[in-house]
């Protein structure tokens, strides 16, 4: 494992070649990132666990498909449900798992086919980054002039309050935090219930029906929560 001076995020790198794993550190740590790398798909969960007990998880987790041990895959879907703000970018030369990887049920934030140049990855990673700051500063998330005030729990669209409910508000931000992301009503019930509790598909697509309509009352011609038929919903601003 290997880390830079002055980080201004931290990253893992879960990939078995070392040639792989070294020439991508090397150019985000001359990006000013800092790395670790894991060669073997078991050691990841646990050392994503102690970082979190320490409070220090990456920004970022740059992810190999295929992996001694645990797969990438599977990886993939317990990092996503463990630590929801950790980004992952998935690395693969099976393009054919590409629609599984985005999203639907497994929910990368992008992904990078093989072989790759190391400046695509360092380009990926601050785009990939760039869109889930709203993570780790709430109040900076924005788009189509729709704006979030975490303070006062309030949607703005054009300045003008939408009056939603906290858990209208909550959907509408774990959307908004990814923009173009697909998500599966079971990843929204994840994020938008904290405590777990039980409740059924149709009650998030009632959230959505109310979020949708509460936004179309200020902008009657814009939809920009769209369904993604048998899969779930996605934020999908304006140009």
Known sequence: MHDAETPRDTLLIVED???????????????????WHIDHGDQVLSWLQEQNDEEQLPSLVLLDLMLPGTDGLTLCREIRQRWPEVAIIMLTARV??????LGLELGADDYICKPFSPREVVARVKAVLRRSQALRDPAAI???????DDDGWRALADG??????AVEYQLLK?????PGRIFTRDQLMDRMYRD??????????????KLRRKISDVW???????SVYGVGYKYQPEE
């Open 17 to 35: 070649e070392p040639k792989i794993a070294r020439l991508v550190a090397d150019y985000l740590e001359g990006s000013g990132y800092a790395t």
């Open 96 to 101: 054919e798992e590409v629609d599984r990887l």
């Open 142 to 148: 924005a788009g189509s002039h729709l704006a979030l």
């Open 160 to 165: 003008q309050d939408l009056g939603l409910t």
């Open 174 to 178: 774990v959307m908004m935090q990814s």
């Open 196 to 209: 777990h509790r039980i409740v059924s598909e149709r009650t998030v697509d009632s959230h959505v029906k």
């Open 220 to 226: 009657p011609e814009r939809e920009i929560i769209r």
